[in-house]
């Protein structure tokens, strides 16, 4: 048996260096990240691996007994950012499209054939949504005020999300202002 049997290159894995938020909005660096973010993971060990805490964060959707706030600690460089553009464009864009598709792709090159059903799982907690996802990215790199920063992506993301004249709308624009 051969290698190239055995082993299956990952031609659109990339490490990228200096990740940020301000990639989300930025069309031709966005794609190339969801598609090329290395996942992994470890069916003994699932919340250390990054497949793992995105189920988690997927199934922290389907029942308020399920942990809904996810802590991930890691040293500089070792993509954080990077698994950060991942997981808000995972849920914020629809099933269909190239990001989530790239994503899906990638996810299912990091579970073995035994571990198909997490794979499975998130292809299909997208293909059944419904409703799109609010996904508000804060970046702790920029300083001021987090309420205020807050309240700017709220607003933002729901004019980018087509929803007009809603009462969330009015009351950040007025607290924007104070």
């Keep these: 048996m ?5 082993v299956e290159i990952n031609e659109k ?5 200096s990740v940020n938020f301000g990639m989300l909005d930025d069309l031709e660096k966005n794609l190339p990240l969801c598609e090329s973010f290395i996942f992994n993971y470890d069916s003994t ?5 990054t497949v793992g805490i995105l189920d988690a964060v997927r199934r922290s959707y389907h029942s308020p007994n399920q942990p809904n706030i996810h802590l991930m600690i890691q040293q500089y460089g070792k993509g954080k950012s990077h698994f950060a553009i991942a997981i808000a464009n995972f849920f914020k864009k629809p099933f269909h499209s190239q990001e989530v598709q790239g994503i899906l792709s990638q996810v299912e090159k990091a579970t ?3 571990n198909q059903a997490i794979s ?16 508000i990215c804060l970046s702790g ?8 920063q807050f309240l700017q992506q709220l ?11 809603s009462l969330a709308q009015d009351i950040c624009s007025v607290r924007i202002q104070v």
């Design 112 to 114: 073995s054939a035994k």
């Design 120 to 135: 499975e799982g998130l292809k299909l907690f997208k293909q059944n949504q419904r409703h799109q996802h609010l996904v």
């Design 155 to 165: 607003v933002k993301n729901l004019e980018e999300a087509g929803i007009q004249d």
């Design 141 to 148: 790199d920029k300083g001021g005020d987090i309420r205020k």
């Design 13 to 17: 894995g990339s490490i990228a260096s």
């Design 45 to 49: 060990k699932p919340e250390l691996s």
């Design 2 to 6: 051969l290698l190239n049997q055995l």
